[in-house]
């Protein structure tokens, strides 16, 4: 996950490959509330590991339940109705799908057995209604304050005394999760009576209902209900676990990957593994969808393969109730379509995580599309000309997945213009229902080309650490190729090999299984990075990067580290050999005096005796030798920006070459510091 200010996406080409999803956040979550009230111990396979679900998980250990997680299983046993409790503090995030249902069954449970909980979460939670909800359980004879602005959370639930000889009355054009979480709390107060629920008002996401219908009936609760307006839940009714449950993928998250495969799947498909033909989830209708704009999509019981059919893609008039969240994946299709698009019957987005009406209208116009926007519809004319744009997330998950699609911008036939990057504020959002998406979208995307910053200079100038901390700024991957020089050092003198056989050396450069992660550097899996940083291993380097045969060896290993988002890769040649392309090149200089002193400090640190005069002394060698070598003598490249940063701290240093990328990045304002 990237948590970083922005991810910038450069213009994105063909995909092709498999995306795993994560578990769908709508059943985790549920699946979690139904475990914890059970009598049991109740085992979930491939739970979403999600914002959402960490704070349903809170709450539940807060009232009394036992959770254990190992791997792949998360084992909870229930509380059986009752509380361990009877007072508790929940913070709830600005997960919905943990604040609607917790509110009804902690409002019933207090009713019927006494307790005082609050219920809040973050900014954005206490701005979305949940009045209706309230009301319906007031009416229950639950004893609820909304604490702040009334009919929205904070919320206080505090005793009262249930009133079950009448129906509970519940509006259903607002938001299904207020008829879910009724659903889901009122098998708490059947003991003695049904309970019936009626919905007043036509019932919007309706494939929501029938999850919760569905998973109530794997704990043993059978709702019979008259079409969508009435719902009875038998006396009786009581919790019991069902053992284990598989969570199935999430279809909404598989949108993107639906969309993905109808934009850029031309040679190959996306295949999209853990939702399929016997999903559960009405969103999984979004095949459909994606299938009139032209999609051609093969599917399993829990996979789908999508590639590109009608190019561009048709344009649609949908009604979208049946699904609300993927749908707004039709809002960025549209971009690439023959005509304006035109989704209906949407008014749920505006009470989600943010106005998503609003917030979609608004980004897609930076974009430069043409978009009307109505009270339930959005409107969005196709594009024919690409704006690089900065897309603000307003913490919203599917704002920032859905919006990544404009990176897809240069397969637009007869677009005027060059293709365009696409910037993604706060891309740490989509940890709310998929921590991964990026590195996911990654994994099957060619990209037309990957920034890269080189940042070369002599010895002991600093660029490790510049170059560590620039690419932690951006969400780049690192490739510290002195460090490369010095694995191959001490694999060889490991393997026995002498710094003269540039044969061997070679032979054995060509076999290196290495990664680099942040500043740390892993061979084979063992961590050696505090090996590499020895004065043995930066004589062994030196010595042996002379060699013309190993460093063909390491090229296209080098080469391989450019992958998206991102590269910044340091060293003596990153800007003049290996990357002669690179959007910036910053070649670090200091005194031989300053990286001296530095170096005294870093050895002194670690225990590891000195001579400040000596280090002085090796270093100006070793610059004499890097300089006056044959193959790849250390240079500046001739378009590099000199920094030298003897007066500099690490951070200065790292904004200056930040605001320099910045600058040539289309987008109006600096990567940092908004």
Known sequence: MYAIPSLDLPPLGHAAGTVRLPGSKSISNRLLLLAGLSQGCTTLVDLLDSDDTR?????????????????????????????????ADLFLGNAGTAMRPLTAALAVLAAEQGGDYVLRGVPRMHERPIGDLVDALRGLGCDIDCTGQEGYPPLRLRGGSLRLDQPVRVRGDVSSQFLTALLMALPLATGQQPVHIE???????????????????RFGIRVERQGWQRFTLPRGSRY?????????GDASSASYFIALGALAGVEAPVRIEGVGSASIQGDIRFVEAAEAMGAQVVSGPNWLEVRRGAWPLKAIDLDCNHIPDAAMTLAVMALYAD?????????????????????????LRKLGAEVEEGADFLRVQPLRRFA????HTYDDHRMAMCLSLAAFNALRDGVEGPAVPVRIEDPKCVAKTFPDYFEALFSVVRPLSVPVITIDGPTASGKGTLAAEVAARLGYHTLDSGMLYRVVGLAATRAGIAASDEAGLAALASRLQLRFDGTRVLLAGE??????REEGAGVMASQISVWPALRTALHDLQCGFRQLPGLVADGRDMGTVIFPQAGLKVFLTATPAARAERRYKQLISKGIPAKLDDLRQDLEA???????????????AGDAILLDNSG????????????WWSERQPFGHRAEGR
């Open 622 to 636: 070793r610059d004499a030798r890097d300089k006056g070598r044959a193959t790849a003598p250390l240079k500046p």
């Open 240 to 248: 019991q676990t069902p053992g284990e449950v598989h969570v199935e």
């Open 55 to 87: 704070v349903m998980l809170d709450a539940l250990r807060a009232l009394g339940c036992r959770i254990e997680q190992d791997g792949r299983h998360t084992r909870i046993t229930g509380i059986a109705g009752h509380p361990a409790v009877d007072r």
């Open 527 to 532: 961590d050696v990075t505090d090996l590499l």
């Open 339 to 363: 005509g304006p698009c035109t989704l209906r019957n949407i008014a749920s987005w505006r009470v989600k995580e943010t106005d998503r009406i609003a917030a979609m209208a608004i980004e």
């Open 199 to 217: 919905v007043q008002g036509e019932l919007i996401s309706k494939p929501y209902i029938e999850i919760t219908l569905n998973l109530l009936e």
């Open 388 to 391: 690089a744009a900065s897309i």
């Open 648 to 659: 500099l701290d690490v951070d200065a240093s790292v904004q200056r070459v930040i605001d």
